[in-house]
């Protein structure tokens, strides 16, 4: 699972990447008003297709709920009772799950790290990380494959976007956590954002060793009260 991330920052390495590819990113946004830390039901930035069946020609960066709700829902947020921030890539594949609905409302989120704890006992490590470049160098930036609807929840002004980065099985470079977020580069990110594209229960497939880079870092410690 994942269940907190740093977003990247469209004035670092998010906006070069594509630059580099020469794909427009548009923003619908202040990006300001986003935290820069995610967690499950907060806002972060979502990446959605201009033209969903051709996502290389141009990418939209919206504010969605980390947190997919039912699309068109209209009762209060804390109405809908499940943690619905992951989403099983293997739950794609089967027609009675909701995720099955929503397989080709493709988009990303693009992360700059995520983190996961590891051990049972307090202290637990807390491990970032994030995409792994030649020589196991850490990449500034890279996306988790996602989903998204659109709802009107009675306690939000208008339509939202909510969303849900994609989880899949163990990975080799993971060993302490049996889910893991999965992610790539943008390239590779896009082709797999168009719905003529893999499907998405192909990402249960873990990535080859090497895919992540790990680094220990610590929680950042609350500001003493004055």
Same mark, same amino acid.
């Given at each position: 699972?994942?269940?907190?991330?740093?977003?990247?920052?469209?004035?670092?390495?998010?906006?070069?990447?594509?630059?580099?590819?020469?794909?427009?990113?548009?923003?619908?946004?202040?990006?300001?008003?986003?935290?820069?830390?995610?967690?499950?039901?907060?806002?972060?930035?979502?990446?959605?297709?201009?033209?969903?069946?051709?996502?290389?020609?141009?990418?939209?960066?919206?504010?969605?709920?980390?947190?997919?709700?039912?699309?068109?829902?209209?009762?209060?947020?804390?109405?809908?009772?499940?943690?619905?921030?992951?989403?099983?890539?293997?739950?794609?594949?089967?027609?009675?799950?909701?995720?099955?609905?929503?397989?080709?409302?493709?988009?990303?989120?693009?992360?700059?790290?995520?983190?996961?704890?590891?051990?049972? +006992?307090?202290?637990?490590?807390?491990? !970032?990380?994030?995409?792994?470049? $030649?020589?196991? *160098? #850490?990449?500034?930036? %890279?996306?988790?494959?996602?989903?998204?609807?659109?709802?009107?929840?009675?306690?939000?002004?208008?339509?939202?976007?909510?969303?849900?980065?994609?989880?899949?099985?163990?990975?080799?470079?993971?060993?302490?956590?049996?889910?893991?977020?999965?992610?790539?580069?943008?390239?590779?990110?896009?082709?797999?954002?168009?719905?003529?594209?893999?499907?998405?229960? +192909?990402?249960?497939?873990?990535?080859? !060793?090497?895919?992540?880079?790990? $680094?220990?870092? *610590? #929680?950042?410690?609350? %500001?003493?009260?004055?």
């Amino acid at each position: 699972m994942c269940n907190e991330f740093a977003r990247a920052r469209r004035d670092r390495a998010l906006q070069d990447e594509f630059d580099r590819l020469r794909v427009p990113l548009l923003w619908d946004l202040v990006e300001d008003e986003i935290p820069s830390m995610a967690f499950p039901m907060r806002h972060t930035v979502l990446l959605v297709p201009v033209d969903p069946d051709q996502p290389e020609a141009g990418m939209r960066a919206v504010s969605a709920r980390w947190g997919m709700l039912p699309a068109g829902w209209a009762k209060p947020t804390a109405d809908f009772k499940y943690q619905t921030n992951n989403a099983r890539a293997e739950n794609f594949d089967d027609p009675k799950s909701m995720w099955s609905k929503v397989a080709n409302r493709r988009g990303l989120i693009a992360v700059d790290r995520f983190f996961e704890y590891e051990g049972k +006992a307090s202290p637990k490590t807390r491990w !970032a990380i994030s995409l792994a470049g $030649a020589d196991n *160098a #850490r990449l500034p930036v %890279a996306f988790f494959p996602a989903v998204w609807t659109t709802a009107r929840p009675a306690d939000l002004v208008g339509e939202v976007h909510t969303c849900a980065n994609i989880t899949g099985g163990p990975v080799p470079d993971i060993a302490f956590h049996d889910r893991v977020a999965r992610m790539g580069a943008l390239r590779a990110a896009l082709q797999g954002c168009a719905p003529a594209g893999q499907g998405l229960g +192909a990402l249960t497939t873990p990535p080859p !060793a090497g895919t992540y880079h790990l $680094a220990q870092e *610590a #929680r950042p410690q609350r %500001a003493a009260a004055t």
